[in-house]
C-alpha cells in the first residue's frame, strides 16, 4: 500500500492492478478463462469466503452479508453482474474494496498478482464492443485483462453509494450572484459513461456549456486545440475553458498527470482544476491540491458541484 501511496501522490502516470479471474463455462462445457482487474489504491485485502448470510430480497447480483472483524459487509457475485455461465465452479475468494466511503466485497475464482503498469498501456474499450462495466484494456503477452468501472457497479446495487441527480435547489445560483452560466465552459474528463454523463447532465442543467473527454489524453487534446485558438486570434483561454473537472483513473493519462500539465503550462496557471474521484481520502486530498487542483469533490457526493463551480469559474 505504500507503493500505491508513492503513485498516488507523485505525478508518474501509473497504476498497479490486482489481477483476478472469473471464468466461465461454453456452449461445449469447456472452461473459459477471462481475466479482470482492479487499482490497488481500493482493494482493502483479499480473503476466503467465510460463512455468509443470505441478504433478503437482494438485487441480483449481491450475494450476502459477511462479517469482517467489526464490520458487516455486502458481498458481490461479479460472475452473476457480468452475466456468465460459471456452470459447477466455485468462487470462493473475495476482494474487498473500500471506496467512495463503502466497503464491499467481490466474489471471484481467483487472484493471481499485482501489476505495476502506466496508464499509457491502459487502452479505452473499443466503441464497438464498449460495455459500460469496462473502463479500460490492458494487453498482457498472452491474454487481455478488463478493467471494472466498479463504481458503477456497486452504485447499482448498493443504493449507499449511487451518484443521485441533484435537486432544483442545487441547481439555482446563490443570491446576489449575477454569474452568466450559459457564457462558461466547463470541460469534464472520466472514462466512465456512468459518472460523466451524471456530472455533465447535472451542468448542462445548471445552465454551463460542457465539453466531455473520455480520458486524460484527450482532454489535454483539448486543451492544447483551445490553446491554438488563443494564439491564434489572442482571446484568453478562460473565454474557451473555463474550468476543468478530471478523474484520477483514467486510460491514456491520468488526472494527476493531467493536472500536473494543466499546472507546467504557463497560459493555464489560473485555470481552476477540480479532481472528482472516489480515491479523495484525507491524505490524498492534501497530495492532489498540493499538485495543483484547487477543490476536491468525493465521489459520489454532487450537492456542491454547482456550487463549486460557480465559485470558481466567477
Excluded at 456512468?194 to 445552465?207: K, M, P, V, Y
Excluded at 486543451?223 to 473537472?245: A, K, N, V
Excluded at 465521489?299 to 454547482?306: A, C, I, T, Y
Aim: hydrophobic letters at 40%; a negative charge.
Amino acid at each position: 500500500m505504500k507503493q500505491t501511496n508513492i503513485l498516488l501522490e507523485s505525478d508518474t502516470n501509473e497504476l498497479e492492478i490486482v489481477e483476478f479471474r472469473i471464468d466461465e463455462m461454453d456452449a461445449h462445457n469447456n472452461l473459459v478463462p477471462c481475466h479482470y482487474g482492479v487499482n490497488v489504491a481500493k482493494v482493502r485485502e483479499i480473503i476466503r469466503l467465510p460463512q455468509m448470510s443470505r441478504v433478503v430480497n437482494a438485487k441480483p447480483g449481491v450475494e450476502g452479508m459477511i462479517k469482517l472483524r467489526d464490520k458487516v459487509i455486502t458481498v458481490i457475485n461479479l460472475a452473476k453482474v457480468l452475466g456468465k455461465d460459471t456452470g459447477d465452479l466455485v468462487a470462493d475468494r473475495v476482494v474487498v474494496l473500500e471506496f467512495n466511503n463503502l466497503m464491499v466485497g467481490v466474489l471471484v475464482h481467483s487472484v493471481s498478482r499485482i501489476y505495476r503498469i502506466s496508464w499509457k498501456n491502459v487502452e479505452p474499450p473499443a466503441h464497438s464492443v464498449h460495455s459500460d462495466q469496462v473502463t479500460g484494456l490492458v494487453k498482457m503477452d498472452d491474454r487481455i485483462i478488463l478493467v471494472l468501472d466498479f463504481e458503477k457497479i456497486v452504485g447499482e446495487l448498493c443504493s449507499e453509494s449511487a451518484l443521485r441527480p441533484l435537486s432544483e435547489s442545487a441547481l439555482l445560483p446563490s443570491e446576489g450572484d449575477a454569474t452568466d452560466r450559459s457564457q462558461k465552459t466547463i470541460l469534464v474528463a472520466d472514462d466512465s459513461l456512468f459518472i460523466r454523463n451524471t456530472l455533465c447532465q447535472a451542468l448542462r442543467s445548471a445552465g454551463y456549456v460542457v465539453t466531455e473527454a473520455e480520458n486524460g489524453a484527450e482532454a489535454w487534446d483539448i486543451i492544447q486545440e483551445r490553446l491554438t485558438w488563443c494564439g491564434q486570434d489572442g482571446s484568453p483561454f478562460r473565454s474557451h475553458i473555463s474550468m476543468m473537472i478530471t478523474d484520477v483513473e483514467m486510460p491514456q493519462m491520468d488526472g494527476l498527470h493531467l493536472t500536473s500539465r494543466v499546472r507546467k503550462e504557463e497560459t493555464l496557471k489560473d485555470l481552476p482544476v477540480v479532481i472528482f474521484s472516489s480515491l479523495a481520502s484525507e491524505d490524498n486530498k492534501r497530495k492532489w491540491i498540493g499538485l495543483g487542483a484547487n477543490h476536491i469533490l468525493t465521489k459520489p457526493d454532487l450537492p456542491n458541484l454547482v456550487r463549486v463551480a460557480d465559485e470558481l469559474t466567477r
